[in-house]
T-cell receptor
C-alpha cells in the first residue's frame, strides 16, 4: 500500500496554544484530503476535509490548508484544549484511499 | 455525519477458529467499503477494498484466503478471519464511502480481535 508522509509523529502543546500537523504526498491524482481524529480504542472520526479546488478551509478552531503545487496539506488547531488530545491522521483519496502515519497530540492542561 | 456500525466491537477466540466481523452503513448506501488493520500506536493499514457485488481487491501481502471479504449489499460488508492465529490479533476497522457524497469516507468503531 501507499502511505502519506505525516509530521510530526508526536506533538505536545500547552493548553491554549496552536498545533500544526503537516502531510506530504506524491500522487497527483489526489483530489480529496480529509483529516481524522482517533481516540484510544475507537475508529477514526472525520474532523475536516478539503478538496483540491480550495486552498483553505476553516471550521471553528480547526483549519486545513492545501498546497497542490508543493503537494502538502496541513491541519491547524488553535486554542487547543485537553480534549483535543488524540491521534490525528491525514489521508488522501485518489485511486486509493490511504492514511498518513499519524500524529499523537497531547494537550497539557 | 453518516453512521457506520461495526460488530462485534470485541471478540476473543481460540486459535484455529474463524471469526466474522460485520460492517454496516446505517443511513447511506456504500458502493465501496474498505477494511483496515491497525497495530498499537501505528497507522491504519489498508487490507482490501470491497465493491458491492464483486470480488474484493486485496493489498499486496494480504492473504485473500485468510481474510475473506464479502460485500453482498450496498449496506453490508463482512470480514472473516479464517483459522485465526495469535498473530492475527489486532484492531480491525471498516470504512464505507457514501455514494451520495463524493469522496467522503466514514469509519466504524473498530473490532478488537484477540486470538488465544
Amino acid at each position: 500500500g501507499e502511505n502519506v508522509e505525516q509530521h510530526p509523529s508526536t506533538l505536545s502543546v500547552q493548553e491554549g496554544d496552536s498545533a500544526v500537523i503537516k502531510c506530504t504526498y506524491s500522487d497527483s491524482a489526489s483530489n480529496y484530503f480529509p483529516w481524522y481524529k482517533q481516540e484510544l480504542g475507537k475508529g477514526p472520526q472525520l474532523i475536516i476535509d478539503i478538496r483540491s479546488n480550495v486552498g483553505e478551509k476553516k471550521d471553528q478552531r480547526i483549519a486545513v490548508t492545501l498546497n497542490k503545487t508543493a503537494k502538502h496539506f496541513s491541519l491547524h488547531i488553535t486554542e487547543t484544549q485537553p480534549e483535543d488530545s488524540a491521534v490525528y491522521f491525514c489521508a488522501k483519496d485518489g485511486n486509493q484511499f490511504y492514511f498518513g502515519t499519524g500524529t499523537s497530540l497531547t494537550v497539557i492542561p | 455525519g453518516a453512521v457506520v456500525s461495526q460488530h462485534p466491537s470485541r471478540v476473543i477466540c481460540k486459535s484455529g477458529t474463524s471469526v466474522k466481523i460485520e460492517c454496516r452503513s446505517l443511513d447511506f448506501q456504500a458502493t465501496t467499503m474498505f477494511w483496515y488493520r491497525q497495530f498499537p500506536k501505528q497507522s491504519l493499514m489498508l487490507m482490501a477494498t470491497s465493491n458491492e457485488g464483486s470480488k474484493a481487491t486485496y493489498e499486496q501481502g494480504v492473504e485473500k484466503d485468510k481474510f475473506l471479504i464479502n460485500h453482498a449489499s450496498l449496506t453490508l460488508s463482512t470480514l472473516t478471519v479464517t483459522s485465526a492465529h495469535p498473530e492475527d490479533s489486532s484492531f480491525y476497522i471498516c470504512s464505507a464511502r457514501d455514494r451520495g457524497r463524493t469522496g467522503e469516507l466514514f469509519f466504524g468503531e473498530g473490532s478488537r480481535l484477540t486470538v488465544l
